[in-house]
């Protein structure tokens, strides 16, 4: 999966920090940028949304485009906040190994 992913990801992370102070007449990523991370946080749940009603319906691609839109957003709202994705790359190392079921009652303890 990873070596599908992530030179695609790592490219569309590139392009996204391109676009912080472009002109949002032309880059629908710096129109984000402009309209502050409210937006961009109202857009992932937008996409979020989406791509569980396609998963729901069963039509592979449809979920595939919609899970496309939906880290294109989550990408956008990082880089609006300062999540680098090696942040969250050694979040995901630190829980590696545990049960979800143990960490989650570590977060809520």
Aim: avoid cysteine; aromatic fraction near 4%; glycine fraction near 10%.
């Amino acid at each position: 999966m990873a070596d599908a992913l992530g030179p695609v990801l790592e490219r569309l992370w590139q392009t996204i920090l391109s676009r912080r102070g472009a002109d949002p007449k032309t880059s629908y990523t710096a129109k984000l940028f402009a309209r502050g991370t409210g937006k961009i946080a109202q857009k992932l749940g937008e996409e979020a949304v989406e791509a569980v009603i396609e998963g729901v319906r069963g039509d592979p691609a449809r979920l595939a485009a919609e899970s496309a839109d939906l880290l294109y957003h989550l990408l956008v709202l990082w880089a609006a906040t300062g999540v680098a994705p090696e942040d969250v790359a050694a979040e995901l190392a630190r829980r590696e190994g545990r049960s979800g079921i143990d960490e989650k009652r570590a977060r809520d303890s």
